[in-house]
């Protein structure tokens, strides 16, 4: 079976600092693999996504992941982060060939102070 | 614009009540799901639906139900069976690819009177 993890619960950072937020998956099959993020009382919206080719993935709001296979981890990233990215970020990952169901880790919080 | 919209965004239940929450979707996609979100729990996949007519259980459907009679739409009731249905619920769709993402709704937040 497959399974996501989500490091840290919660990540607090100052404004411009850079952040981390970390993802480990386990699966024995090949699998895509999704950052969203979340605002408050709000749906997930699509940050990026890994489906193949480059390991270093760049998406929306200046945020960009790396797909390390041989550590199964899908980290995100952003150089310099503002206020407005106070939100909750989750990683997700679909297994190949297995239709588009997605299973979540438990989710970051992401709390940038000025 | 194409998109998903979950109505309503907030809703009250009263003891012993069923309540449905909706969910309607214009992006011409196969599949469809149901997810709880509690604080601290992430999503929980409670149905999901790949085609008219047909759909499937998730982790915690219990004290819930579901239909698909149109591709649109896709709506839950949350039954008197569900104890503890203060909850926030997301709808979401998708072409039912493992490559492609899935598209959220806004949510219904449900509370109990």
């Known amino acids: 079976a497959q399974s996501v993890t989500q490091l840290d619960s919660q990540v607090p950072v100052f404004e411009e600092a850079p952040v981390e937020l970390r993802c480990n998956y386990s699966s024995s099959v090949s699998v895509y693999l999704f950052w969203y993020v979340q605002y408050p009382n709000q749906g997930l919206q699509l940050l990026l996504k890994?489906?193949?080719?480059?390991?270093l993935v760049k998406g929306i709001n200046g945020f960009e992941a790396e797909f390390n296979k041989s550590q199964t981890s899908f980290h995100l990233r952003k150089p310099s982060v503002h206020i407005s990215d106070t939100a909750e970020y989750f990683c997700?990952?679909?297994?190949?060939?297995?239709?588009?169901?997605?299973?979540f880790g438990q989710g970051t919080e992401l709390s940038v102070k000025p | 614009d194409g998109g998903i919209t979950q109505s309503p965004k907030y809703l009250f239940r009263k003891e012993g009540q069923n309540v449905t929450l909706s969910c309607e979707q214009n992006?011409?996609?196969?599949?469809m799901y149901w997810y709880r979100q509690d604080p601290g729990q992430g999503l929980r996949l409670i149905y999901y639906s790949q085609i008219v007519n047909d759909f499937q259980k998730g982790d915690i459907a219990e004290g819930y139900s579901v239909s698909r009679e149109k591709k649109e739409s896709f709506p839950l009731t949350v039954t008197s069976a569900q104890k503890n249905p203060t909850a926030f619920y997301l709808c979401a769709s998708s072409t039912d690819r493992s490559n492609q993402p899935q598209h959220f709704g806004d949510g219904t937040r449900l509370s109990i009177l």
């Open positions: 997700a990952v679909s297994v190949y060939n297995q239709g588009g169901k997605l299973i």
């Open positions: 992006l011409n996609h196969d599949a």
């Open positions: 890994y489906l193949s080719g480059s390991t």
